[in-house]
């Protein structure tokens, strides 16, 4: 007579190793809220630094546009300092350049339209309104310095103003020398070897 005997079933113990499904759900709340906070955080300081960024650059862009009415272009496109006699210091007033400069990151988002109006008042008076003296200026007050915005575009713009001044021989001087001074604008580079050639010609 045969008997069987049954196998008890036994039942996985926990463990302080195998955490319980309870506690596995607690660790992924906390996880998602502190991610939460985190970003929360990160859109919190980003809006701050926005407005703050927002207030200046406006400040800037309104100088800059006072400058500009006025026809100081020179003044619009950089800027300037001007002593203040009731707080016994210099004052800073914005131009259009310094309103490109706060804009200038990538991550700059949202982008104000008045910062898109800042870079077309910047290649209208580079291209249009500077006079030899204002470029001269320009070029000697930043030499030295990388990194300036549009140096190279004002180098060259000089020799052109060269040119229509009747100077030629500063004009040559400008195209000339230009690969030397900006071997990485190969498009500029271009553009004075045509003026270069085109100026030598007239002058055989």
């Given amino acids: 007579m045969n008997t069987s005997v049954q196998t008890p079933i036994l039942t996985p113990v926990q463990t302080a190793e195998t955490p319980a499904p309870a506690v596995k759900a607690g660790f992924g709340k906390k ?3 502190g991610l939460l906070i985190l970003v929360v955080l990160f859109l919190v300081t980003y809006a701050l ?3 703050n960024a927002n207030l200046l650059a406006t400040r800037f862009f309104q100088d800059a546009e006072a400058s500009y009415k006025a026809g100081n272009f020179l003044d619009a496109l ?3 300092q001007k002593f203040d006699n009731p707080t016994n210091k210099y004052i800073n007033y914005g131009g259009y350049l310094n309103v490109e400069k706060i804009w200038s990151s990538y991550y700059s988002w949202p982008l104000p339209s008045y910062a898109v109006q800042a870079m077309a008042r910047s290649q209208e008076i580079i291209n249009q309104k500077l006079t030899v003296q204002q470029a001269e200026q320009y070029i000697k007050n930043n ?3 990388p990194g300036t915005p549009y140096f190279a575009e004002i180098y060259l713009r000089l020799g052109g103003l060269y040119e ?3 100077d030629t021989k500063d ?3 400008v195209y000339q020398s230009y690969a030397a001074q900006f071997p990485d604008r190969k498009d500029l580079i ?3 070897q045509q003026r270069l050639a085109a100026l030598q010609s007239k002058t055989k």
Avoid: E
């Fill in 143 to 145: 030499t030295g310095r």
């Fill in 31 to 33: 996880f998602l809220l």
């Fill in 164 to 166: 229509q001044t009747g």
């Fill in 171 to 173: 004009a040559i001087d």
């Fill in 78 to 80: 950089v800027g300037y």
């Fill in 49 to 51: 630094a926005w407005y």
């Fill in 190 to 192: 271009a553009l004075a």
